[in-house]
């Protein structure tokens, strides 16, 4: 192991996972929809908490692995709304949270393709989206993001890294250009204060000015 991969599994291992988590990991894995890393996880159960998020929206349900920290961070009122494609991915979050003992009224899962569900969510109505379905429309669910955030709300898109795709110049594939794209769009969006957290494959977080 480097200096450099150690040091990363430090900061990924500082707040182990309980079963609950792991159980969701894993079928994430099965299902091939990736979770987010335990870092990451931590990272957006701080924000909820942090923000005192009573009202988020994840685009990218998954198996309910960041779905889990999220409703660990926010207040017992808050509810997250979900959106994924895929209804078995959904089903499989569904069992995660009822497993952590998170009543039905806390989550609102919307199943469809992303952007024909988020025209239908309201404006400035949310303290935190996070972003984590379709790397290629990143920058598109980045203006919806922005319209649905509160003044002071933050919006986090995981894998902005993209397994450091980002960072070599011969890549030009679709969706590494978008985490590109994302991740200049917000450091030149006036409305946004931006900064990329090296954790996991990479959340960048930006607040909405108030
Ligand atoms: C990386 S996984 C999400 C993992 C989840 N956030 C977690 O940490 O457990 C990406 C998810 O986005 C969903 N997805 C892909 N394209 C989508 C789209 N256009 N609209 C909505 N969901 C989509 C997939 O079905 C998959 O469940």
């Known amino acids: 192991m ?3 991969s150690a040091l990363r599994e430090y900061v990924e291992q500082y707040l182990p996972e309980d079963d ?3 159980e969701a990991r ?3 894995e099965q299902l091939g929809c990736v979770p987010i890393g ?3 996880g931590a990272a957006l159960r701080f924000l909820a908490t942090a923000l ?3 009202a988020v929206v994840e685009i990218g349900t998954g198996a309910g692995t960041s779905g889990l920290y999220l409703l660990s961070g926010m207040p017992k009122s808050g509810v997250l709304t979900s959106i994924d494609v895929a ?3 959904q089903r499989a979050a569904r069992e ?3 497993a952590a003992g998170i009543s039905p009224s806390r989550t609102r899962l919307i199943m469809g393709k992303a952007l024909e569900v988020l025209p239908r969510l309201t404006d400035a109505a949310y303290d935190l989206v996070f972003v984590d379905a379709y790397k290629p429309e990143y920058p598109q669910y980045l203006e919806h993001g922005v319209r649905m955030l509160r003044p002071g709300g933050v919006i986090a898109f995981d894998n902005v890294l993209w397994h450091g795709k980002v960072v070599d110049p011969k890549v030009k594939d679709e969706s590494t250009q978008a985490m590109r794209e994302i991740a200049r769009s917000c450091r030149d969006d006036p409305r946004l204060v931006p900064v990329i957290l090296p954790l996991g494959d990479g959340l960048l977080v930006a ?3 108030p």
């Open 207 to 209: 607040a909405r000015r």
């Open 87 to 89: 209804p078995e991915h």
């Open 96 to 98: 995660a949270y009822a």
């Open 38 to 40: 335990a870092g990451g």
């Open 20 to 22: 609950v988590h792991l």
């Open 26 to 28: 894993a079928r994430g």
């Open 52 to 54: 005192q998020a009573k």
């Open 2 to 4: 480097t200096p450099e």
